[in-house]
């Protein structure tokens, strides 16, 4: 079984998952935050794979990738960085990010990498859902690989059907068709979280863009099966003091 279906299995409610990217704030932090998120009690990662043009992301994980590029980071170092991850982390790790990168490394070459080092699945937000499915999925799924899809507040029922039929793991539900790292509400998303809740989808749901604290935490909660936090993780890394400290306030802040 997959990790991903373990977790979901295992917990009802109230999964956390963290996004971060990979190389920042320094080029070998990979895989010490991806530790201590797993210590501090959180459920998943989603480790970002830096791009040099992330449009759908805010300016905090922007910054982020231009700093993990200027680090030196790039997906041969990432794999490297990663090749005894499951010595030591246990919860699943997804890779996300743009798929330029990933094309240029090689679709297949990709997947293998991944199983290699024991990464669990992706999100490549761009990658149209009809064209995975007719040239991408055969090759994930023969390396054990969940790719996970989007929806947003504008996507309609049929699409969401859709994609739900063709997604692995778990459906992201984007709380509001904008760019990471806003400040925007919840509350104004509550009638979509309530339309899926209704759909009866085959995969649970998650949340993510603009969970940030407890409170929006624990309002994606009411309505899936949990929250995503990205750009307020990302900020705190940045913060002074002892990083490992950092991550264990900031997770225990949100839980």
Same mark, same amino acid.
């Given at each position: 079984?997959?990790?991903?279906?373990?977790?979901?299995?295992?917990?009802?409610?109230?999964?956390?998952?963290?996004?971060?990217?990979?190389?920042?704030?320094?080029?070998? &932090?990979? /895989?010490?935050?991806?530790?201590? $998120? *797993?210590? @501090?009690?959180?459920?998943?990662?989603?480790? #970002? +794979?830096?791009?040099? &043009?992330? /449009?759908?992301?805010?300016?905090? $994980? *922007?910054? @982020?990738?231009?700093?993990?590029?200027?680090? #030196? +980071?790039?997906?041969?170092?990432?794999?490297?960085?990663?090749?005894?991850?499951?010595?030591?982390?246990?919860?699943?790790?997804?890779?996300?990010?743009?798929?330029?990168?990933?094309?240029?490394?090689?679709?297949?070459?990709?997947?293998?990498?991944?199983?290699?080092?024991?990464?669990?699945?992706?999100?490549?937000?761009?990658?149209?859902?009809?064209?995975?499915?007719?040239?991408?999925?055969?090759?994930?799924?023969?390396?054990?690989?969940?790719?996970?899809?989007?929806?947003?507040?504008?996507?309609?029922?049929?699409?969401?059907?859709?994609?739900?039929?063709?997604?692995?793991?778990?459906?992201?539900?984007?709380?509001?068709?904008?760019?990471?790292?806003?400040?925007?509400?919840?509350?104004?998303?509550?009638?979509?979280?309530?339309?899926?809740?209704?759909?009866?989808?085959?995969?649970?749901?998650?949340?993510?863009?603009?969970?940030?604290?407890?409170?929006?935490?624990?309002?994606?909660?009411?309505?899936?099966?949990?929250?995503?936090?990205?750009?307020?993780?990302?900020?705190?890394?940045?913060?002074?003091?002892?990083?490992?400290?950092?991550?264990?306030?900031?997770?225990?802040?949100?839980?």
């Amino acid at each position: 079984m997959n990790r991903i279906d373990k977790v979901f299995a295992q917990h009802d409610k109230k999964i956390l998952s963290i996004y971060f990217t990979a190389g920042f704030p320094h080029l070998n &932090d990979t /895989l010490p935050v991806l530790q201590c $998120i *797993q210590q @501090s009690g959180a459920d998943m990662v989603e480790l #970002g +794979m830096p791009f040099s &043009d992330p /449009l759908a992301d805010g300016p905090v $994980i *922007q910054h @982020s990738s231009t700093v993990a590029l200027k680090n #030196g +980071m790039t997906l041969k170092i990432l794999f490297e960085q990663l090749k005894n991850m499951r010595a030591t982390v246990h919860i699943p790790v997804l890779l996300m990010g743009y798929f330029n990168p990933v094309y240029q490394y090689g679709f297949e070459n990709f997947c293998r990498s991944c199983a290699d080092v024991g990464v669990d699945g992706f999100i490549i937000p761009d990658l149209p859902v009809e064209e995975y499915r007719q040239l991408y999925q055969p090759v994930a799924r023969k390396y054990g690989l969940y790719h996970i899809l989007l929806v947003t507040p504008q996507t309609t029922e049929e699409r969401i059907r859709y994609i739900d039929s063709i997604t692995e793991g778990f459906l992201y539900a984007v709380s509001s068709y904008s760019t990471t790292g806003g400040n925007k509400s919840l509350d104004s998303s509550l009638a979509y979280f309530q339309r899926l809740e209704a759909m009866q989808l085959k995969h649970p749901v998650m949340v993510g863009f603009g969970i940030r604290d407890r409170q929006t935490f624990a309002t994606a909660c009411q309505h899936a099966r949990g929250g995503i936090i990205g750009t307020a993780f990302i900020r705190m890394l940045e913060q002074p003091g002892s990083m490992e400290d950092n991550i264990r306030n900031f997770i225990r802040s949100i839980l």
